[in-house]
Nanobody
Framework: QAQLVESGGGLVQAGGSLKLSCAASGRTFSSYAMGWFRQAPGQEREYVAVIVWSGGTTYYTETVKGRFTISRDNAKNTVFLQMNNLKPEDTAVYYC????????????????????WGQGTQVTVSS
């Protein structure tokens, strides 16, 4: 089982930026893709972005396209989420997750397909 540790959350004003990191570890860590999800108070967890380790293909939910960028460092088993032009509606706990399942874009949006999850990091955007 992989251990995922997120960092980089915090409080920022609207229009500001944050960069989240997710470091994966574990002797037998194996993953097809990494995703970022978020959950705001009283709402369901939602998909934000996904990156496939091999090749670096990325996918984004519509509300963050053009503002967020997901990237990875294969050598360090680390995934990043650069968040620019943040809005109050981006406020949530952000989770990274790993899946071994080699599915396509439509399926990778589903949190139920992810095997391992981090503990989450709070992102708060003030207006």
């Amino acid at each position: 089982q992989a251990q995922l540790v997120e960092s980089g959350g915090g409080l920022v004003q609207a229009g500001g930026s944050l960069k989240l990191s997710c470091a994966a570890s574990g002797r037998t860590f194996s993953s097809y893709a990494m995703g970022w999800f978020r959950q705001a108070p009283g709402q369901e967890r939602e998909y934000v972005a996904v990156i496939v380790w091999s090749g670096g293909t990325t996918y984004y939910t519509e509300t963050v396209k053009g503002r967020f960028t997901i990237s990875r460092d294969n050598a360090k088993n680390t995934v990043f989420l650069q968040m620019n032009n943040l809005k109050p509606e981006d406020t949530a706990v952000y989770y990274c997750a790993s899946t071994k399942r080699p599915f396509g874009a439509a399926w990778l949006r589903l949190d139920s397909l992810y095997d391992d999850w981090g503990q989450g990091t709070q992102v708060t955007v003030s207006s």
